[in-house]
């Protein structure tokens, strides 16, 4: 009998039988994790501009959302258009449930984590069970089309969503934006400054999940899903259960990202949450970082809410140096232009995206340094 | 009959329009190395993946150890206690060697452990390499590996799909000997060209051609029969 998840575990707990160089030591490249953590944490102090922690902000959210996305792209081989869909029910679900709310307090913001979670698993089990059994490009096509379904939801059923003019709310409890706890190093710290925190917690203490899912017995199988489904079926894996697991686990961390998006915002409507380009910018976001990465999130979010945040302003800057010229003025408004141009050179230059390409490089160097060993040898 | 541990009968299998089984019908009893030869194209490895369920059957039954398992899912064949290792280095490229052995292991249990230790002092490459990514080995330490992780599971059926292929021929011999280690344990069905390799590991064995079963026989005997492996095996 070939093991299964609960076999697998027990293999985990008995990884110490098999090798014991499990002596976790700090490599330079945590210690570069470690330090962007501090840094991200340190900005509201350094810049204490709304602006500056605005982007940092969704960067952070964003993050999680393309790592999550990364699981099923990049880990398991699955292509969704539905999962910018979980980061709008997670992100609709805490705006409704506080809207319609007279008093609302923190637990109905548990109570929306809850619905949303109930929501997205419900969902994602509903969309597995009918549409994983087809082919990856029919997969596709059926997850677009709900995704497009769940947009039009929110523009049409204007008595619970807003419509198009989308919903304000307020945020109960410590993180109501009007609440002020002193002063911190001349930063005033305030309800946002909480959202802020809880944003960079729960982002971390996912992606931290994702990473020790994606490491445990079941983040092996479903690697193996990926490269070759037939091999991991032959050596005994029911797979589409491990492709559930994927779809169930990504599309809640996703609902739960839209969560953090909302209550950072105070605000949806269905083009901020629900609309295929956030889907579109997520994609991107796998692509530039490198899928199968997980890691590779943090840069594909960076580059893409950065550039999106910043660029039109630098270019704007640029052009009051050339006021009396036209084409400058006109050239210096499409800033997408320049962010398709930054794209292609991403593409060209790290083909497997930038944290893709990168590894790829390294492990081409062990390989050669290897071979010139072997060779001395 | 009753003592075989897999049995085909008249086993037909069309991939897509392709009828490229036409009837295959053979036997295997436990014990030792079958082997199956037959030029390109001549259906041996979709005989083995046939028998795995990677391919579904159209017509005919196949027996494992007295079950039918031709409408079976392939993972269900699986855990009956059968291992695959197709003829493409199966191994997964951005694992380590340890995360693949795990990957296709049972239980731990005391015999696993033992046949784990088994395998690394087979292959003691593997060793070496523990915890270097699959994709990093050399083709024939993957070919090592990707035999050495089926044999590490107590499975009683091996099918083994043209391990030699595209090695360097001192690789070739360690293979051999792996495999005269792993056929005295399990019971193998070997798919290879190699006509040497064959007759140093197999005992008896079948000639396809054209998705049928065209000899079966003492591997010897077919040694000694030289317009027969002229015929079907162009030697």
Redo the contacts between chains.
């Keep these: 009998?070939?093991?299964d998840s609960g076999?697998?575990d027990?293999?985990a707990v008995?990884d110490h039988?098999?090798?014991k160089?499990n002596v976790p030591a700090l490599t330079s490249l945590d210690t570069f994790r470690i330090g962007i953590v501090i840094l991200m944490g340190l900005v509201p102090f350094i810049f204490p501009s709304f602006r500056v922690m605005d982007v940092m902000a969704k960067i952070m959210i964003f993050t999680l959302v393309v790592a999550s996305f990364d699981l099923l792209l990049g880990y398991t081989g699955i292509l969704s258009f539905a999962h910018g869909m979980f980061f709008g029910i997670g992100a609709y679900s805490v705006a409704l449930i506080l809207y319609h709310t007279a008093a609302p307090a923190w637990y109905h913001i548990i109570i929306a984590i809850l619905i949303s979670l109930v929501v997205s698993i419900g969902l994602s089990l509903v969309i597995s069970f009918f549409s994983l059994r087809v082919k990856a490009i029919f997969f596709a096509m059926l997850t677009l089309a709900l995704a497009e379904f769940a947009h039009i939801l929110g523009v049409q059923w204007t008595s619970l969503t807003g419509g198009e003019d989308g919903i304000s709310f307020t945020l109960p409890w410590i993180f109501n934006f009007n609440h002020t706890f002193g002063t911190v190093w001349h930063t005033q710290i305030n309800g946002r400054l909480v959202v802020y925190f809880l944003i960079l917690f729960s982002t971390l203490f996912l992606f931290a999940g994702l990473v020790r899912f994606t490491r445990s017995?079941v983040g092996?199988?479903l690697?193996?899903i990926r490269?070759?489904e037939?091999?991991a079926?032959?050596?005994?894996?029911?797979?589409f259960r491990y492709q559930i697991y994927s779809i169930v686990f990504g599309s809640s961390v996703a609902s739960l990202g839209g969560i953090l998006f909302a209550m950072w915002l105070c605000y949806v409507n269905p083009d901020s949450v629900f609309h295929t380009a956030i889907m579109v910018n997520i994609l991107l976001m796998v692509l530039i970082g490198g899928m199968?990465t997980l890691y590779g999130s943090v840069i594909g979010a960076a580059f893409l809410i950065i550039t999106e945040n910043w660029l039109p302003q630098l270019l704007k800057s640029a052009a009051e140096l050339v006021p009396q010229s036209h084409v400058i003025q006109v050239l210096a408004d499409r800033w997408q232009l320049y962010f398709g141009i930054l794209f292609v050179l991403v593409v060209l230059f790290f083909p497997k995206g930038v944290l893709g390409t990168i590894r790829a490089h390294y492990?081409q160097r062990?390989?050669e340094s290897?071979s010139i060993e072997n060779q001395l040898k | 009959m009753n003592d075989s541990m897999l049995t085909l009968d008249d086993v037909h299998t069309h991939i897509g329009q392709h009828h490229i089984l036409q009837g295959v019908s053979l036997s295997v009893n436990p014990g030792g190395a079958t082997i199956l030869l037959g030029r390109n194209g001549a259906g041996k490895s979709t005989t083995l993946k046939t028998i795995?369920g990677?391919y579904p059957a159209s017509k005919g039954s196949i027996r494992f150890k007295g079950e039918k398992i031709h409408r079976e899912?392939?993972?269900k064949i699986?855990?009956m206690g059968m291992g695959?290792v197709?003829e493409d280095h199966?191994v997964?490229?951005?694992?380590t060697v340890?995360?693949n052995?795990?990957?296709?292991?049972?239980?731990?249990t005391e015999t696993t452990?033992q046949n784990?230790e088994d395998v690394l002092e087979l292959f003691p490459a593997l060793r070496k390499f523990?915890?270097t990514?699959a994709?990093?080995l050399s083709g024939g330490q993957k070919q090592m590996l990707a035999i050495a992780r089926v044999f590490v599971?107590d499975h009683s059926l091996l099918l083994i799909d043209e391990p030699s292929k595209g090695l360097a021929p001192i690789v070739v011999d360690q293979l051999g000997e792996a495999l005269l280690r792993i056929k005295d344990k399990t019971k193998v069905i070997l798919v290879e060209q190699n006509f040497n390799l064959a007759c140093q590991v197999g005992t008896d064995c079948f000639i396809l051609d054209d998705g049928q079963v065209v000899f079966h026989g003492m591997i010897d005997e077919l040694a000694k029969d030289k317009p027969m492996m002229k015929a079907y095996l162009g030697i």
């Design positions: 009998m070939i093991m076999m697998t027990k293999m008995n039988t098999l090798s160089e017995p092996r199988v690697q193996s490269d070759n037939q091999r079926v032959a050596l005994g894996y029911q797979t199968g492990r062990v390989i290897e | 795995m990677l899912k392939t993972h699986a855990r695959f197709p199966a997964l490229f951005n694992l340890e995360e052995f795990r990957l296709s292991m049972v239980e731990e452990r784990l523990w915890k990514k994709g990093l599971c």
